[in-house]
């Protein structure tokens, strides 16, 4: 997740046109997510993403990590949790109508990598099933004021142990993070 110095992932009127995607930031992500079994997104995030992925690395002056990214977009398996999408739904997609505990733990349990999650609302049920076991947060070098916040407050605790961080040339800094394993005495 994308998230402002000041803790949002968009602007109020859904504005992303602040993230710092460089070339270099780019491609460490699209290492990241190259290796997904899957991606994980709501109706709004998949509908953008599908306006604009399939065809990127055709684009005129698209080229290097957004037309790599274009393919691992198009080929990686696609979850979108909607009410409201048609059950049927393109470029490698499957359509869940919720979010179930026992669905997702066995979805986690397949073999093939990792599953990456977005969106701030759909993380929050993750979140609060206990679904999320890493948190990958890209701290862009801008504070916009207001907006949508990465996380909604919450009476769940969540203790987290830092793994790793990166400083990218643009400024924004990436920290990654996993649920803390418990005490044998907690």
Known sequence: ???????????????????????????????????????????????????????????????GPTVEFAGIWRSTPKIVFSRTMDDRAEWNTTVMRRVDLDEITALKQQPGGDL???????????????????????VHPVLIGRGKPLFAPTDAKADLRLVENRTFRSGVVMLHYRRAERSADE
């Open 1 to 63: 997740m994308s998230v402002s110095l000041d803790g949002y992932v968009e602007g109020p009127g859904r504005e992303i046109d602040w993230h710092v995607i460089d070339d270099e930031l780019h491609q460490y992500i699209n290492d990241r997510l190259g290796a997904m079994g899957a991606f994980l997104c709501g109706r709004v995030t998949h509908q953008l993403m599908a306006d604009y992925w399939p065809t990127a690395d055709a684009e005129p002056g698209n080229s």
């Open 116 to 138: 990456a999650l977005s969106g701030a609302d759909l993380a929050a049920s993750f979140r609060a099933l206990g679904l999320v076991d890493e948190y990958r947060i890209y």
